[in-house]
């Protein structure tokens, strides 16, 4: 397939619909009888497959699949982006703010590699190393909205923990990261040593780029992740991979093969300049310790 075959909202709301109309126990018949359209068509709407998708058939099947108004909103945003062809979005201003469209992708990834200079990556975030980023970031949620947020975050951990085929995860960490104080000395003792005790899962590589390095490519590179999804029985990719830069005013996601292939190079003149997988562990769990001392 061709990249512009797919663009990204049309491969993101082709999922969701999916998971709709498998969760409403529909076959593709089924629901393609209901909004009055043939099973080929909506086979094509799921897999991202349709150029220019009919606001009516996106709004028929949110309410055949009983999606609630925010969901249903979120679903037309992603169908307009769908049509703009672009390959790059913003979606903070069409987005329903609480539909974290990021989420969804990461669900789906087998596998993402992570630079993050500041701060822990969220899938290795420990409760209360979350909870006060979260504290910090989102002042004016009450209590309850508190808790709801940092469940999400947990229950996203366990795409990288579940026994079953889990996600691999590459993660470089600036030391910068494990120096910023983060709810304050015991917090950030726990959460180094989670950081050691995860790397030794057989799914997870962590490596710290040390303050000795400098900076490797001569300039400060951002945060950013590069999301890689499951092959096809064939060994192909179900579909092209992603990357993920973010910032205040929402997330920027690149699809087009020469910014994958300039991200990657980034990540591995970044590691080259790391310390090892071990070497990594041991200065966590010094740190750690000093944390305490």
């Not at 949110?62 to 982006?81: I, N, R, W």
């Not at 390095?213 to 992603?242: M, Q, Y």
Request: glycine fraction near 8%; proline fraction near 4%; hydrophobic fraction near 35%.
């Amino acid at each position: 397939m061709s990249e512009c075959g797919s663009t990204l909202p049309r491969r993101q709301l082709g999922r969701y619909l999916r998971n709709g109309r498998e969760e409403c126990g529909l076959t593709l018949h089924q629901a393609a009888a209901l909004i009055q359209r043939s099973a080929s068509t909506l086979q094509r709407i799921e897999r991202g497959m349709v150029a220019h998708l009919r606001e009516v058939d996106v709004d028929a099947l949110c309410k055949v699949y009983g999606f609630d108004g925010e969901m249903s909103a979120a679903m037309k945003a992603l169908a307009v982006q769908g049509n703009q062809h672009s390959w790059w979005c913003e979606y903070g201003d069409v987005i329903p703010q609480n539909f974290d469209f990021y989420v969804g992708l990461e669900a789906a990834a087998q596998r993402l590699v992570t630079y993050e200079p500041e701060l822990v990556p969220g899938l290795l975030q420990t409760p209360a190393y979350g909870s006060a980023l979260m504290r910090a970031s989102h002042p004016e949620d009450s209590a309850e909205e508190h808790t709801r947020r940092l469940q999400l975050r947990i229950r996203r951990q366990t795409r990288i923990t579940r026994k079953y085929q889990p996600a691999c995860l590459d993660v470089i960490l600036r030391e910068s990261a494990l120096h910023g104080v983060v709810g304050g000395p015991k917090v950030m003792a726990v959460q180094l040593r989670h950081l050691a005790d995860m790397s030794t899962r057989d799914n997870i590589n962590l490596q710290i780029l040390p303050f000795s390095c400098g900076f490797p490519l001569g300039e400060a590179v951002g945060p950013f992740v590069i999301l890689e999804f499951d092959s096809t029985r064939k060994g192909e990719a179900a579909e092209p991979p992603v990357v993920y830069t973010e910032c205040f005013t929402g997330g920027l996601y690149l699809t087009k093969s020469s910014a994958i292939h300039r991200y990657h190079q980034v990540y591995q003149d970044l590691r080259r300049s790391a310390l090892d997988a071990t070497a990594s562990r041991s200065r966590l769990r010094q740190m750690a310790k000093e944390y305490v001392s």
